[in-house]
């Protein structure tokens, strides 16, 4: 390269035209990838931003030469084509982790999933008569079977399950709940909230930590729909408490002609307790308590896609089916794909725990994890280097997205600490901020001037990956 070619120069006069720089080797590569359009887009730009610095005599020939400016069009079309979602490694130590996607699908949805994505599918036709068929037939009598309910309909979250409820069961009517039932079930969305939205009158009776039969008894009214149960799935009231149990209210609806609703959250199709897990009611319990209604997420405990379930007396789903709002809230063929299969594990139970991906993770034994933390250690540690000092340590998941929130699981990974408390703080930003900015980054937590990262997620087919990366964040981190 020339002296001159350093020297800056005091116009934009040297600008390559946009023509000149579509004609280099690379951005024909990059109109073949991009399309003629978007190429061109990203060459003007580039040279748009070299415009007053070039003008102020602020750069170099160099810098102007059609091949830098390719260069520069080229990062630009990275960035603006690189998929904003992007899979990350949860190391959180929280399994249903809300912000990272809640419940992975097993292999058996994934495939069901790309199936409908690629080929058409009876979504609304029925194959044996030819004629137009129900989407909620494609999984009405799986969840019929595995919860014991009447009938079933399938919503695109929890949420829309209870509002449709209401909407459908409710509206202009009293509803009846108690006020230590009242939560807020994430984001901001309260049952009162909801409960108004849906035009239903929120009765609250008993108080926040006791509530009692007569509380529920003596507020019925000709005014009132029906009476409500909420699973505080999210929460956990100990001490001098009182609640009313789901058959104790549908006795007492029941009794004056009401059904009884009840919004299990986090719903469960099998007693955990038999995988070492603390147990949680199931669906199959509360429609045997009594419940007419049970409305619950697929993307939680259930282990498959986003989705509100809505299972119950046959009556009554066919009434919320024929409400309006059913067809704003409905969900499409991708998610009854993933449904589908995911329900069907359930029929093998002797399997599920292998199967089915969100309970093989809760169920991962400690040592496996320790052996993982054991045989990663000294590749992280030379990774982050002697900032930092990188140990195992045994650690304690949770289940997450509201569920069993004071229950924990022994798990194991690894602890990053830096050399100098006093800058830990500047430190574990800058090391978490690597991390982040991994091709799959990595997404730990931080507590106790100490980053942790928990392995319970970290599956063996994935391992590979993470480990090739840590050359990476060697390089993120000599750069800071």
């Known amino acids: 390269m020339s002296t001159a070619e350093h020297a800056p120069i005091s116009s934009a006069a040297r600008l390559p035209a946009v023509d000149r720089v579509l004609g280099t080797p690379a951005l024909k590569a990059l109109i073949a990838e991009y399309g003629n359009t978007a190429a061109t887009q990203a060459v003007r730009a580039a040279i748009d931003e070299l415009r ?19 260069r520069q069009a080229a990062s630009r079309l990275a960035q603006k084509f690189a998929p904003r979602l992007k899979a990350v490694f949860n ?9 990272l996607g809640r419940a992975l699908l097993p292999d058996a949805a994934v495939n069901a999933v ?10 609304e036709f029925d194959l044996a008569t030819g004629g137009r068929g129900d989407r909620d037939d494609l999984v009405n009598d799986l969840l019929r079977e595995l919860t014991g309910a009447e009938a079933a309909t399938v919503v695109n979250n929890n949420a829309a399950a209870v509002l449709l409820t209401l909407n459908a069961l409710a509206a202009k009517k009293e509803v009846i709940v108690s006020r230590g039932e009242l939560v807020e079930i994430g984001g901001a969305f309260r ?28 507020n019925i009214t000709d005014d009132t729909a029906l009476l409500m149960k909420v699973h505080c799935s999210n929460y956990e009231v100990t001490g001098f408490t009182k609640s009313v149990t789901e058959a104790e209210v549908a006795a007492i609806a029941h009794a004056r002609g009401l059904p009884l609703a009840v919004d299990l959250g986090s719903g469960t199709l099998v007693d955990l307790a ?35 379930l809505i299972v119950g007396n046959k009556d009554l789903i066919a009434k919320i089916k024929k409400n309006p709002l059913k067809r704003a809230l409905r969900v499409g063929k991708l998610t009854l794909a993933a449904l589908e299969p995911v329900l069907q594990l359930y029929l093998t139970p002797e399997h599920l725990a292998e199967r089915l991906t969100t309970l093989r993770l809760f169920t991962r034994p400690q040592a496996q994890m320790k052996a993982q933390a054991q045989a990663l250690v000294a590749a992280l540690q030379a990774a982050v280097g002697t900032e930092y000092e990188v140990s195992t340590a045994a650690m304690l998941s949770q289940i997450g ?80």
């Open 274 to 308: 038999q995988y070492g897990l603390p147990h949680e009611a199931t669906v199959r319990e509360t429609i045997e308590a009594g419940a007419d209604i049970v409305t619950f997420s697929g993307d939680k405990l259930l282990g498959g896609p986003q989705a509100g």
């Open 401 to 480: 997205s509201g569920a069993l929130p004071v229950d924990t699981l022994p798990s194991y990974g690894l602890a990053i600490r830096p050399i100098h408390i006093k800058r830990a703080g500047r430190a574990l930003g800058k090391l978490e901020a690597a991390l982040r900015s991994l091709p799959r980054p990595v997404i730990g937590r931080i507590s106790d001037d100490t980053l942790w990262l928990d392995l319970r997620c970290l599956e063996t087919r994935d391992e590979a990956t993470f480990t090739q990366q840590l050359t990476t964040l060697a390089s993120a981190m000599n750069m800071h």
């Open 191 to 218: 049952i009162p909230d909801i409960m108004s939205r849906a035009g239903a009158r929120l009765v609250e009776v008993g108080t926040t930590n006791r509530t009692h039969p007569k509380d529920y008894a003596d």
């Open 114 to 123: 790309v199936q409908a994505l690629t080929t058409p599918a009876n979504l």
């Open 52 to 70: 007053p610095a070039a003008l102020a005599g602020e750069v170099t020939a160099e810098h102007l030469q059609p091949d830098a400016i390719a």
């Open 91 to 99: 190391l959180t130590g929280t399994v249903l982790h809300t912000n």
